[in-house]
Structures are given as C-alpha cells and as structure tokens.
C-alpha cells in the first residue's frame, strides 16, 4: 500500500507482537507510531507474556522455526535484551508413562538440535536419574523412566521484565501509548468505503472516541477475532494453566541454575524467580478453550477474575511432575494460579498478513500458538518486511492471511498439532466441574 514512514500507524495491543512491532517499525524509521493497550499498565495483565518467564529453546521439528529461533536468541543476547536471558539449559524428556505421540515428538526434537550445526555440540543425550543428576544435584526425585536429552544453547526469558524494556525504549523513541479500559480499549476497526474498496481509517475505542490512522495493525492475542472476525476459526483463542510454588530465600538459593526441566507429558518448571521467591510450573495438556455458541468463535473471557484458577486435572499433573522431580515441594500450596490465553492455529504457524479486502490498510499480526515469546526480539521486523514487500504480498506462504474455514473441529482442536498433547477442552464444561467440586 506504500505508506510513508510519517502516516500515523495504530497498534492494537501491548504485548509481545505489538511492542516488538512498535520497536521495530520505530527503528525502521516510522515517526507516528501509537499502541493502544487495554489494560492501564504494560505489562498488561491480559497479555500471556506478562509472566516470569517462557523458555527460550532453539530447536524446533520444524527447521524454518529453528533458524528463526537461532536468529531470535542472537537477538536476546544484545544489550536490550539481555538482561532478561537466562541460558540454563533446557532438560526436555518424557518419564516412563509418557504416550507414544510424546515420546516420537520429543526425539524429533532432539534430532533437530543434534543435526543443527551451531547447536550439536551443546546437546547431549540423557538416559534416567544418573544422566540428570549429574547434570543437576537439585533433582532430586526418583524421576522414573526419564530419558531425553539436554541442550545447554536454551534457556529461558524472563518475559513480564522484557515487555517493561521494550516499552519504555519504544516510549524513549517517541511512541505513543493510550492506556486502560477508558483510552486504551479498542471497540473496533473502523472502515470507509472507497472507489477501490472497503479501506480502514482508524479506529474507534470502547469509550467511542475515534482515532485516524494509515494503517491499523491488530496484535491483540488471543482476541484477535473480535477485532478481525473475518479470520473465523483460524484464529482460536486457547488456553494453559500457570501455577507457582512460593519459596523461601534459602530454597530459592539452592535451587539456582536448575535447568528449565520439561517432561513432555507432564509439564515444566523454570529456575525461581530470585527476586520472588515463585517456582513457576506449566502442565501439559490440550488447553481450555472458551465457543461462544452464537458465533463459533473461541475468544478469552473478559474479565481478569474469569481466568484466575487452574483447572483440577492440570493440579494432578503438576503434582506428579514435583513429586517425580523435586519431591519436596510436591506438597505445596499452589499460588498465583491462572490460565493464560493465546492464539491458537490449526498448524501452529502465525499469520502475519493483510487483511483481504481492506486495501492493504489492516494487518493481523497473530497465531503465535503459544511458542511466541521467543521471537519477541524479532517479531516486529516482520512487518517492516511486509509493508516493503512488492505489491503487498506475504513473501513467506506459511505466514499468509488463511481463509476462514466453514466447519471447525471444536472438540480437539489443534490437537493434531505433533508437539500438543491432550484433548482440549471448553472452559465452560472445566467451571462446571469447578463449582460442583466447591
Ligand atoms: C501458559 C503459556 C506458556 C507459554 N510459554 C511460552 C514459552 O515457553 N515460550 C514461548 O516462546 N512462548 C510461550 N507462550 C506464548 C507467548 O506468551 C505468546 O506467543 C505471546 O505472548 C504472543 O504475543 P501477542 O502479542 O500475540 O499476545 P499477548 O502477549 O497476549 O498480547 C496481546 C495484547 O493485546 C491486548 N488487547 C487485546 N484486545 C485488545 C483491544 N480490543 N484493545 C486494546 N488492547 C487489546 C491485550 O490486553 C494484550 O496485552 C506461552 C503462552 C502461554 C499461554
């Protein structure tokens, strides 16, 4: 669409792909840059990057996302990004139950990283409890049928601290920022019709007001459909839960330097957080997701309380992951339990595209299917590459706009995705079971 570097450009969304993009078109030279952000304070609390941490591995099954991850963790460990890059190591195994999908995923994994030229010679083979405690004295479970392997090129971000970096050296570099439920909430995208078609002139935020702008791009996570319904079930709103265990400083001194520990059919845990005291824990599952029956569209819920608990089932399953590994703390209260949204994709790949029939003044920039944040550094490049492509197209195939299709799989969805295990579920059908319990 060519517009030029002084057009007023609006982003919809202060987490990880809007800031990255806000950095970046801002490095490439665009001088009328504004974010709107729901939430009253970056990190936003809707953002699923708002945590302590996401793991930074480099090794996918698939090599297109690993040489965009190596060029992703090169990234991390410039002067912007690093102090929020922690290269532990990444201990990836399944334990003796695992199902067979978890067990051919994970040594997929491991062929990638050992064929990978930059990467092999920090990669080694790990076979049960000997293997990983020489590795790491502090695992200390039984760790039963654990085998795997280990690669000390990963690590792991610390993502609510990167999001604070990135904001403040896009508000250095002249961005504007509209924040909260009164100035930052974007109702919709508003369009006018042309002699060549239907054309975004800006938007229009919840509390009516109108703001203009070139070009509008929509970096909303995991409500992105309410904001570009014309993606259909492309885009599913998904979820996982995050849990804690709080520790005192002395556990959190003896537990330095632990790897980020994954059993693929059980979840993982990071290093604790120093300034904390919080052990993070993910489980492994198929994720929550949230249909609204009248639209067939899966969108997060609205209110921050609605995604504050974690879901029995996940319970269980972090509790067996610390009892096979830090048995200590299998016990534990569980704190600061949340489920965290994302946007999900049937083949795991973003779309990073023009939305059709907008005359090139809309881009969705989503679909980062829950393995995003590592790319923080490198996101918004992406778009500066789009608005220069010829003829604005999307150079890379995987990445295009994907037309929305008529039926959805809403049972498992995304469930045939190798590295997802799990059926998913409604969060309606988990609150059920929630309160019932209650
Ligand atoms: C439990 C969990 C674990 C994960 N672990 C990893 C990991 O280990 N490694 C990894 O690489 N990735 C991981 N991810 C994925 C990573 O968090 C995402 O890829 C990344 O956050 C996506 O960025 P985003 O900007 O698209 O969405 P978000 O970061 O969610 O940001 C979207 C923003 O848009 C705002 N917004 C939405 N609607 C509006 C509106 N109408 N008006 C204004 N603002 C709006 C929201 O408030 C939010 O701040 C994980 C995700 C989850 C859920």
Known sequence: MGISKSDPVIIVGG?????STALHLSLRGYTNITVFEQDGQIPSRYSAANDLNKIMRVEYEDPFYTDLAVEAINAWKT????????QTGFLHCVSEKAPEKAVATLKRFQAAAERHSQMAKYVSSIQGQEDIRQLCWQLDGSLPGWNGYFNRYDGYVHSANALTAVYRATQGRGVRFFLGEGAGAVDKVVYENTPRGRKSNGIRTKAGRFHPASLVIVAAGAAATRLVPEIGTQVVAKSWSVAHVQLTDEETSALRGIPVTYARDLGFFFEPDPKTNLLKLCPMGGGYINTDPSTGLSCPPQSLAER??????????????????????????????SLCWFADTSDSDFIVDYVPQTSSSVILLSGDSGHGFKMFPIVGRWIGELLESPNDQQQIP???????????KS?????????????????????????SKL
Not at 15 to 19: C, D, K, R, T
Not at 313 to 330: K, N, T, V, Y
Not at 411 to 435: F, H, I, K
């Open 308 to 337: 504050g608990f974690l879901p029995h089932e996940d319970e269980i399953r972090l509790r067996q992951l610390l009892r096979q590994s830090l048995p200590a703390l299998s016990d534990r209260a569980l704190v600061k339990k």
């Open 79 to 86: 002067p912007l990004f690093a102090p929020h890059f922690h």
């Open 15 to 19: 987490g990880a792909f809007g800031l």
């Open 411 to 435: 049972s498992n969805w995304g469930g045939d995705v190798s590295w997802r295990l799990g059926e998913t579920r409604e969060l309606a059908e988990v609150q059920r079971s929630r309160t």
């Open 398 to 408: 995987r990445w295009s706009w994907k037309a929305p299709k008529p039926e959805t």
